[in-house]
């Protein structure tokens, strides 16, 4: 009888071994502690009942102990012996707790999948509104420098107005002098004109004058022959008369022939004077006809001095209105820099919570499937606190260099990420950017001097996949120099995806290369 308990413990102890490992895989540890205390106190109270009942054999319990060991589900098996009965009734509850588990793990990843999709679908949104942001960001830049340049227009033409206000402003002195200067020559031209009249008419009193000598000599002339007659009637004793009445009549000849002269000088003065005066007349109007125009250009002048100064006030007022459409700009720029920062964050947020999600839903699957835990894969964290990126086995290559590059090319993507989540401008990540872009250039020229030196068959396709990321790297960088507000995220997404495929598959072909040919660098 001990002999078959012995037997019946052995069996039993070989069915909880099985249930017991599959119950592990399918519902993890922690549950298998369950499971395993449930099968102890089982084992031992098969082994009491079957110490007391006797009567079955080993044959029997053996052909159970083949048909578990066979079944496809060792928690679908089910005993014929109706002794066994009880533990057929443990199999339906752990199947039953089984298939509740199984049905709480698909709706599990059920959940991750559509969180995940749900995350996919919120980070394409807020990638798409970032974008449209950069382009708003660099339209507003675009409209800033339009605006500088308005203003510099304004300001030269301003400085244009100024000279040529100062200038009008001289012309219109130099008109009010003119104008004074020519009224001065009316004034003397009317004087002069003045002067010239009572000259005429003196001349003419004095012709009047010479015509009353003129009419005496006539009178003298005309006494001096009435004298020479008588003299000559008075013969010898008018002698003497004769000759006085002679000299007198010369005297009048004499005074008629000057005073004709003299007249004659009068009338050439006279008629000179006339046309002195009438030509005065004309100069005078003339003079008057320059002064209506010196006026009127001096009102011209003055509305061209008005209409520069209203200039001058309207540039003032549109450089006072670009000047504040710009600080506008520039305030509006920043908003849209701290917004898209901001909008920056949450997608790397969501980027990491869609990391999170699928590294559960791996995790669950494999816990399902009972699959065999995989090469660790780098964490990526979310959040203001931790690395973007933690170092672990699962980025090294087994090439102590090129690790340690990159390692150091982690670090730099970590700051990068830092400075990203921060919300920094272009004074933080400007650095970061070129020291990344020029240690990924030193880093991928050291990898490719190794493979040529020690010949390496496939360094010609491994410098193109260099070549490759170096030209993605600097569009970035361009994009970076646009302002592309949405690059920090982009630049993330790119170097994740070289971490995960380019240094776990084509920087580890190398590796097994040198390790195979026992090359050590």
């Known amino acids: 009888m001990k002999s078959k308990a012995v037997i019946v413990a052995m069996i039993t102890a070989g069915i909880f071994a099985c249930i017991s490992a599959f119950a592990m895989t399918t519902f993890g540890l922690s549950n298998f502690y369950a499971i395993f205390s449930v099968m102890a106190v089982f084992t031992l109270g098969a082994i009491f009942i079957f110490h007391y009942m006797g009567g079955r054999t080993g044959r029997d319990f053996t052909y159970e102990l083949k048909n578990i060991a066979n079944a496809t589900d060792p928690l679908e098996f089910r005993f014929q012996d109706p002794a066994l009965q009880p533990l057929n009734k443990m199999l339906e509850n752990l199947k039953e707790q089984q298939d509740i588990h199984t049905d709480s793990s698909s709706q599990l990843l059920d959940h991750i999948a559509i969180l995940n999709n749900t995350a996919s679908e919120v980070t394409g949104d807020f990638r798409s509104h970032v974008s449209h942001i950069s382009d708003i960001a660099r339209a507003m830049s675009s409209m800033a420098t339009t605006s500088h340049e308005v203003s510099h227009v304004l300001s030269t033409m301003t400085d244009k107005t100024d000279f040529a206000n100062q200038r009008t402003m001289e012309g219109k002195k130099q008109l009010e002098m003119a104008t004074e200067s020519i009224k001065a020559i009316k004034q003397k031209a009317e004087n002069l004109a003045s002067t010239i009249q009572e000259l005429s008419e003196s001349s003419g009193k004095i012709s009047a004058i010479l015509n009353v000598i003129n009419d005496i000599a006539d009178q003298t002339n005309l006494l001096a022959l009435n004298a020479a007659i008588e003299a000559a009637r008075a013969g010898d004793s008018g002698r003497g008369f004769a000759v006085v009445a002679d000299e007198v009549r010369k005297l009048a000849e004499r005074t008629q022939n000057a005073t004709k002269e003299v007249s004659d000088i009068i009338n050439t003065l006279y008629c000179e004077t006339q046309s002195a005066f009438r030509e005065m007349e004309d100069a005078n109007q003339s003079v008057e006809e320059g002064v209506e125009v010196i006026t009127r250009t001096e009102a011209v002048f003055n509305d061209i001095v008005e209409s520069v100064l209203e200039i001058d006030q309207a540039n003032a007022s549109i450089?006072?209105?670009v000047s504040n459409q710009n600080s506008t700009i520039q305030h509006t720029n920043d908003e849209l820099q701290v917004m898209a920062s901001g909008l920056e964050r949450s997608t790397m947020a969501l980027s990491d919570i869609e990391q999170i999600t699928q590294d559960l839903e791996n995790s669950v699957q494999q816990k399902h499937g009972g699959e065999r835990a995989q090469r660790p894969l780098p964490a990526l964290k979310s959040g203001t606190s931790g690395s973007f990126i933690e170092w672990n086995d699962g980025l090294t290559i087994g090439v102590?260099?090129?690790?340690?590059?990159?390692?150091?090319?982690?670090?730099?993507?970590?700051?990068?990420?830092?400075?990203a989540k921060k919300g920094e401008g272009k004074r933080v990540l400007g650095p970061i950017f070129d020291e990344l872009l020029n240690y990924t250039v030193t880093h991928f020229s050291e990898e490719q001097e190794a493979m040529e030196r020690h010949g390496y068959p496939e360094a010609?396709?491994?410098?193109?996949?260099?070549?490759n990321l170096v030209n993605q790297a600097l569009n970035l960088k361009q994009k970076f120099e646009d302002g592309d507000l949405m690059v920090a995220t982009e630049t993330l997404d790119f170097l994740k995806n070289w971490l995960f495929k380019h240094i776990r598959q084509e920087d580890q072909k190398y590796s097994d290369y040198y390790r195979e040919k026992g090359i050590h660098i």
Not at 460 to 467: M, V
């Open 460 to 467: 010609r396709e491994h410098r193109k996949i260099h070549d």
């Open 319 to 321: 450089s006072t209105s």
């Open 400 to 419: 102590k260099r090129f690790d340690d590059q990159h390692r150091k090319l982690v670090d730099i993507i970590n700051r990068l990420a830092d400075a």
